[in-house]
């Protein structure tokens, strides 16, 4: 598939379009998203799932599954999967994983997909199930329910990453894959074909990745928390009730 092709910006503006719906409907269910969240959260975590599922079928069902390739060792693929637990268990460490994640790669990956299968291949549809749905689950649980991500959650997200590059590199040496891109860039071209030769794409990304962590971190302070939002909503009943007074 080609970038920026007419399904690549279909694909791109429903991913907008869900995850605005999700923020929407979470802010006017007010704290953790009141009634909207939990159906949301369940429907959303299991599209995800059944795009996860369905893609390794596929890849079974061609012939084409192999170890150098479709084992879970791609950052995209522990951010579907942590996304998925993060959505029906919404843990305050997992949430934070899902949304530097998500804004730090998941979102790249989606504007310069690596995916060679176009509309209406099954594998256009699980890309932007699993990607797509990662990011709308970012949006839903810290833009939406407000779970502002904690102080110092950059950096402790940010060694949960350089630990699942250690299995990468350890899954990449077993089967002679490329995962996490620690062999070669991806073919198709992304953001590390501006960042040198292999090995200093590597170390580039490393440090570009912490610059990413520790920025989202420092966004986040300005999101609304829970706190802020409940005093909103306090203040307005109080306003309310000294008007009807």
Known sequence: MRDLSAEHLVALAATAGVSALLVAGARRGGVDGGGFSHPARLALGAVILAGFATEQLAYAERGLWSARVNLPFQLS????????????????????????????????ALLTPDLRQAYPDVLYFTYFATHGGALAAACLLVLG?????????ALRAYAVTAGFAVLAAIATLA??????FLRRKPAGG?????????????????????????????????????????TARTGRRAAGRDARG
């Open 145 to 153: 329910e407000r779970r502002r991500p904690r102080a110092g959650s």
């Open 190 to 230: 992304s953001l590390l074909d501006a960042m040198g030769p292999w090995p200093v794409y590597i170390a580039a990304a490393a440090a570009l990745g912490l610059a990413l962590f520790l920025l989202l971190e420092a966004l986040a302070r300005h999101y609304p928390g829970p706190d802020a939002q409940g």
């Open 77 to 108: 693929d522990a951010v579907t999967l942590v996304s998925v637990v993060a959505l029906w268990r919404p843990r305050p460490a997992l949430v934070e994983l899902v949304y530097y994640w998500a804004f730090a790669a998941t979102l790249q």
């Open 175 to 180: 089967t002679g894959g490329n995962y996490l």
